[in-house]
Structures are given as C-alpha cells and as structure tokens.
C-alpha cells in the first residue's frame, strides 16, 4: 500500500512568493494534518483536517492556510513567504478518532525561501 | 499549556552498547505518549506508543519505552545499538480535544552510533 506522498519534495522560492505544497493520504485516513520542521528542531503542528474541516490549528500566521479535498488529498498554501518560512514541511495523515493520534509521515516538502 | 522536553540534544553511544533518551512531559492528566524517528531526509516513523495499561511498551527495531507517572517521563530504551539506529529520536505527546489529537513533538536527540 502507497504510503503518504507529498509534493514537490524540493522547492525554492523568493520572498513575497507564494507556494503550494501538495499531501495524499493513506487510503482509508481521513485526517490529514500539516508540520512545519525547521532544522535543529522537532516538527511543529500547523493545521489538522478530518473530513474537510479544519480541527485544529497551531500558533501560525494567517498567512498560513490550508484546505481538504473529498478524496481527503490536502493542501497547503503559503503567502507573502518570508525568509523564516524555510523548512521541512510535513503532511501525516491517521485514521478517525479512536487511533489515539497515531501519525503516519511523508517525507516532506523542503522549502527554501531566499 | 503542554509541553514536552527532550533535555539532550546529541547523545554518542558505541555499536553494541545500551540507551537510553529521556522525554518529560508537563500535562495536567496522561496524555497519549510516542516516539518517532527520523532519518537523514526523511520523514517520521513510529517506533511505540502509550495509551494505557502496562507502563512497559514495546516497539519496532528492538525499542522500548517506560511511562513514569510520578516523573511524568517516557523514556526510550534499547538493550544494544546498532549502526543503523543512528538518526534523530522524537518524543511527542498529544493532547485530545473534541475528537481531535493534536501532537506536541520535543526538539529530538541526535543519535550518535561508534563502530
């Protein structure tokens, strides 16, 4: 079975850009959450979605956003990109609740931002 | 609000030798407990996991890990390293609130592994 696959798995941008960055989950997950991971330091949570609604969002901008699509594929948009938004961007998806939370990673999007 | 605290940063062990990586945590109740980890590059991989019941839990790739309420503690043990366990360990807490799960990851421990 096809794990979580996120795209592109590199990227560079410039400042005031914006990106897209693309997550499918495991078939059968409905909940697909976003992390931001810059180096040195542990993936830091940005948006949940279960179902096409937003769950939970972490301590980030609004210029953060993101969105679930009926075949529970997600994405995440970014706007006006700072310098500071260079990172590891994480997508995990996990099943309905009941798993206790139980994420199952993509090998990331790695932007870069000059 | 939660937190959860991985207090080293690089840890340098030989081949063959044990471990051991400490995660505390600060949360008013239990809450669910992990451990990820990560390679060069890639993305995260669970290795176990703490709901309930017996305090001892037992992962893949020969991890272990021990919940200690009275230290509200959860760390990762292995009897005998191997090379390939060299990698960046995550201990993670998550809080659940109206049927969501939201994780709170530590900074993580660099695993270092000596021939």
């Known amino acids: 079975d096809a794990g979580v696959t996120q795209s592109p798995t590199h990227l560079i941008k410039t400042r005031g850009q914006h990106v897209t960055l693309r997550c499918s989950p495991i078939?059968?997950?409905?909940?697909v959450s976003w992390y931001q991971q810059v180096l040195g330091q542990g993936p830091q949570f940005i948006f949940q979605?279960?179902?096409?609604?937003?769950?939970g969002r972490g301590n980030f901008p609004d210029r953060f956003s993101a969105r679930q699509f009926p075949n529970y594929s997600s994405e995440l948009n970014v706007n006006a990109l700072l310098l500071g938004d260079s990172a590891l961007y994480l997508c995990?998806?996990?099943?309905?609740?009941?798993?206790?939370?139980?994420?199952?990673f993509g090998e990331g999007s790695r932007l870069t931002v000059l | 609000a939660q937190s959860v605290t991985q207090p080293d940063i690089h840890i340098t062990v030989s081949e063959g030798a044990s471990l051991e990586l400490r995660c505390n945590y600060s949360?008013?109740?239990?809450?669910?407990l992990f451990w990820y980890v990560q390679s060069p590059g890639q993305g995260l991989q669970l290795l176990l996991k703490?709901?309930?019941?017996?305090?001892l839990v037992q992962g893949i790739k020969g991890f272990e890990a021990e919940f200690k309420r009275s230290q509200s503690s959860f760390n990762l043990r292995k009897p005998s390293v191997h090379w390939s366990d060299a990698a960046e360990y995550f201990c993670?807490?998550?809080?659940?609130?109206?049927?969501?799960?939201?994780?709170?990851f530590g900074r993580g421990t660099s695993l270092i592994v000596h021939p």
């Open positions: 995990a998806s996990s099943l309905p609740s009941g798993s206790g939370g139980e994420l199952f």
């Open positions: 078939s059968g997950h409905k909940s």
């Open positions: 979605y279960y179902e096409k609604e937003e769950r």
């Open positions: 949360y008013g109740a239990t809450p669910y």
């Open positions: 703490y709901f309930s019941g017996d305090t």
């Open positions: 993670a807490v998550v809080l659940a609130s109206g049927g969501s799960y939201i994780p709170t």
